[in-house]
């Protein structure tokens, strides 16, 4: 399966801090995606990293990619309120897009 | 530009019933899909469609039908609902000719067959 698993299910932080969330896959992909989901919303699209990328920064948001440990990162710098949401990355390989169960994130005021 | 969009926003079905997801995309994208939402099951793909005239199976298509006859639309019909088939349903579409092509989601039907 394509599916990626995002660790932890859950992470509760306090607004300013740093949130990060992994996710583990099982094949080989052309890309990897972050997409991140308001509540009650469809899925957002966030950060696309390719599979030749190591790193790549959008804004406060900064993702890390490693193939040889099929694993990727989602660091979010300087969390604010708005960022409390699931998010759940989509390792890519074919047409299908599967995804995980997420990481929900609640950001404390 | 509105996106996907995905109607209706609600439903209430009885068990046997049957009835179509509506979902229609302005972007000119070959690619749709469909998703399922469960508590604790994360989206799991029930069909896909690579372009118009093409439509293809997910991980969970049992007591589903497609068809894709437009570039636009992509309706997923329920011939006779069951209670197992209450859930959030989504709607993405993206171009398919490239792989770093992004999905882009409605705001999905939510869906209770009693």
């Known amino acids: 399966s394509q599916q990626g698993e995002e660790d932890p299910q859950a992470l509760s932080i306090q607004e300013g801090e740093n949130a990060t969330m992994n996710c583990s896959y099982k094949?080989?992909?052309?890309?990897l995606q972050w997409y991140r989901q308001n509540s009650g919303r469809g899925l957002v699209h966030l950060i696309l990293?390719?599979?030749?990328?190591r790193e790549k920064h959008s804004g406060r948001l900064r993702v890390t990619l490693d193939t040889s440990k099929k694993s990727s990162s989602l660091l979010i710098t300087a969390s604010r309120a708005a960022d409390t949401a699931s998010y759940f990355c989509a390792p890519f390989g074919n047409e299908k897009l599967t995804f995980g169960t997420g990481t929900r994130l609640t950001i404390i005021p | 530009n509105a996106g996907v969009t995905q109607t209706p926003k609600f439903q209430v079905l009885k068990t046997g019933q049957s009835m179509t997801l509506q979902c229609a995309q302005d972007?000119?994208?070959?690619?749709m899909s469909w998703y399922r939402q469960d508590p604790g099951m994360g989206l799991r793909l029930i069909h896909y469609?690579?372009?118009?005239?093409?439509?293809d199976q997910g991980e969970v298509p049992n007591g589903y039908n497609v068809s894709r006859s437009t570039t636009e639309d992509f309706p997923l019909r329920l011939l006779s609902a069951a209670p197992s088939q209450t859930s959030v349903y989504f709607c993405?579409?993206?171009?398919?000719?490239?792989?770093?092509?992004?999905?882009?989601f409605g705001n999905g039907t939510r869906l209770t067959v009693t």
């Open positions: 993405a579409s993206r171009l398919s000719g490239s792989y770093n092509s992004p999905l882009h």
């Open positions: 094949t080989s992909i052309n890309n």
């Open positions: 972007m000119n994208h070959e690619y």
């Open positions: 990293i390719r599979s030749n990328e």
């Open positions: 469609s690579v372009g118009a005239g093409i439509t």
